[in-house]
């Protein structure tokens, strides 16, 4: 069992950055490859970025250059950098995780709590 643990996020204007962490109960020594994703109400929930156990990283085409997705295995946290934010990147942010590599397809297993990103113009 993994249990995610989100923090970060909050309001930014438009141009702006934030950072979201993800601590992890366990997964660097199981191999868990980990993924941002992110969901607005009534649409449905999209990749963001993914990373898997070897470092390998995925993007959305929508966040490349903007978004930089690393993990820290010392302390088992993910991180999300987000820059030059815009209105389109408000949604609820998830972490999540599993021991298959899906890259950017929403099959993970285990899922944070979410976090809120509001981008203002």
């Known amino acids: 069992q993994v249990q995610l643990v989100q923090s970060g996020g909050g309001s930014v204007q438009a141009g702006g950055s934030l950072r979201l962490s993800c601590a992890a109960s366990?997964?660097?020594?199981?191999?868990?490859?980990m993924a941002w994703f992110r969901q607005v109400p009534g649409k449905e929930r999209e990749g963001v970025a993914a990373i898997d156990s070897d470092g390998r990283s995925y993007y959305a085409d929508f966040v490349k250059g903007r978004f930089t997705i690393s993990r820290d295995n010392a302390v088992n946290t993910l991180y999300l950098q987000m820059d030059s934010l815009n209105p389109e990147d408000t949604a609820m942010y998830y972490c999540?995780?599993?021991?298959?590599?899906?890259?950017?397809?929403?099959?993970?297993?285990?899922r944070g709590q979410g976090t809120q990103v509001t981008v203002s113009s």
């Open positions: 366990k997964y660097s020594r199981s191999g868990y490859s």
């Open positions: 999540a995780a599993d021991r298959i590599a899906w890259a950017l397809l929403p099959r993970y297993t285990y």
